[in-house]
């Protein structure tokens, strides 16, 4: 008998039966990432001077944006699984099945943000900057369901944190099925590197880099999620060279590969040009049910009256002072990201 020390066992299943209604894991973890996105995007929002509960208002737009441009861009890169013989198209449209690609997710979702920001006057540079740090870590997350669904992975390995795989059947027929089915057997088929657990790590990884990057040099204009963008891709970039699921192919290489070197270029470019804007905006979103104070303006212990702060427009500019200055008082300190 051959034993295996220090390997990864993959889950029995990723789909279990309520009754009649299959709750999958895969569905759970996009479910989780989600709410925890907007979770940590609205308390960074709210420190930078937005109010409570537009993220949310954002993200009713941008999440369902964003799960149909992931699902378009997978049926897109994986015609071949959904079109021509022996294949049914409306397999395209069965999304809890899995299979959706990051690069539509956020070109579809960033176009619903922007319909919403447009909708509430707010700058869609700043509301990215707050979101990025969110939804690198929601990525994390979402691996984790292809972990349940014994997907993405790479080739054979002998390292020692190699994950096991396991033949899945349904146990009423005995028939295969990688998707739904239990693993009654827990030989591993084979042992092969583990990319969800690759890119998972790189994410939380990623969400460290832009966190400290953002509280030590104050970016704005979008280059947090500019930062966010070029250091996904970037590892993804390698992550992607490793996998061996059928992927179509460009140029003989993986079409994603090609995808995140072209991203990553765009981002790079995007956060240097934008350097150019200067300091972080201040954004001051005054709540329409609060009363106003007495001087005319709210403010806090931590920050100078608005007055005296330069004011991000509903396209995301700023208004200049009109102080000198020796006028101005001095910024003692701002709130902390969160």
């Known amino acids: 008998m051959t034993t295996y020390l220090a390997t990864i066992p993959s889950p029995d299943q990723g789909v279990w039966q309520l009754g009649p209604i299959p709750i999958r894991a895969y569905a759970l973890c996009i479910i989780l990432g989600i709410i925890l996105a907007i979770w ?4 960074r929002w709210v420190a930078r ?5 537009e993220v949310t208002d954002i993200a009713v737009f941008a999440v369902p944006f964003g799960l149909v441009g992931g699902r378009l861009y997978h049926v897109a890169t994986d015609y071949h699984k959904y079109f021509g013989e ?5 397999d395209a449209l069965a999304i809890w099945n899995g299979g959706l690609g990051i690069w539509g997710a956020i070109a579809l979702g960033g176009v619903g943000a922007w319909i919403a920001c447009r909708r509430k006057g707010i700058p869609l540079p700043a509301m990215a900057d707050a979101l990025a740090p969110g939804i690198v870590v ?5 691996r984790l369901g292809n972990y349940f ?6 080739g054979p390995t002998t390292l020692p944190w190699g994950l096991e795989i396991y033949e899945r059947v349904d146990p009423d027929t005995g028939f295969k099925d990688d998707l739904a089915g239990v693993a009654l057997d827990h030989t591993p088929i084979e042992i092969v590197h583990p990319t969800f657990l690759y890119e998972l790590l790189w994410n939380l990884g990623v969400a460290l880099l832009i966190v400290w990057a953002d509280r030590k040099f104050r970016l704005g204009h979008g280059r947090v999620f500019a930062l966010y963008v070029a250091g996904y891709t970037a590892g993804r970039f390698w992550i992607e060279l ?28 995007y956060f240097l040009l934008a350097a150019k804007k200067g300091d972080r905006e201040v954004i001051v979103r005054e709540d329409p049910a609060a009363e106003p104070a007495e001087s005319g303006y709210a403010s806090t212990d931590e920050d100078p009256p608005a007055a005296d702060r330069p004011v991000a427009d509903v396209e995301g500019t700023t208004v200049p002072d009109t102080k000198t200055a020796s006028d101005k008082p001095a910024n003692t300190g701002d709130k902390p990201d969160q």
């Open 86 to 90: 022996g294949r049914n198209p409306l």
């Open 49 to 53: 001077g937005g109010l409570k509960g």
């Open 138 to 142: 929601a990525q994390a997350i979402g």
């Open 242 to 269: 490793m996998r061996t699921d059928p992927a179509t192919q460009v140029f003989g290489m993986r079409i994603n590969v090609i995808t995140s070197a072209v991203v990553f270029l765009g981002a790079l470019v």
């Open 149 to 154: 669904n014994q997907e993405l992975y790479g």
């Open 40 to 43: 940590w995007g609205e308390r």
